[in-house]
């Protein structure tokens, strides 16, 4: 995940929720004689193009599909969209989520490779 800062969302007036613009970014683009299709050819780190697709207002929908968007920033979009958290508490419930699925698969793995029964690994769980 991302150090960098998730711009906040809105509802625009058609009710599609998009981040907030940068109003200098956005004229930039608009005005700077590059287009999205030139800086698609350049090497940016992945962190700052998910940022600019924030930056100039992309929607929530279509920031989820961008190919370079990964899941756990569209993860921590949401968590801010639906909870209405601060930014800080989304990263955290969204690292907690992360975490969890992550105890899920070694639990798993684990009674697969040792051939015990799940609840012989409770007792470990609180470590």
């Given amino acids: 995940m991302s150090n960098l800062p998730m711009q906040p969302l809105y509802a625009d007036e058609h009710g599609t929720t998009r981040f907030k613009a940068n109003s200098i970014v956005r004229h930039l683009l608009d005005h ?6 030139d800086l698609a050819m350049l090497d940016f780190p992945v962190e700052d ?11 929530l929908s279509g920031f ?3 190919g370079y968007v990964r899941d756990e920033t ?6 801010m969209l639906e909870g209405e958290e601060s930014e800080d508490k989304a990263r955290i419930a969204t690292l907690e989520g992360m975490l969890e ?3 899920k698969a070694i ?9 015990i029964h799940p609840d012989a690994l409770q007792s470990y769980e609180s470590c």
């Avoid at 193009?49 to 929607?59: K, N, P, T, V």
């Avoid at 639990?107 to 051939?115: E, K, L, Y």
Wanted: glycine fraction near 10%.
């Fill in 32 to 37: 700077g004689g590059i287009d999205m299709n």
């Fill in 49 to 59: 193009r998910e940022q600019f697709a924030q930056l100039i207002g992309y929607s």
């Fill in 107 to 115: 639990r798993d793995a684990a009674v697969a490779v040792f051939q």
């Fill in 74 to 79: 569209y993860t921590l979009a949401q968590t």
């Fill in 64 to 66: 989820g599909e961008l």
């Fill in 101 to 103: 699925e992550a105890r």
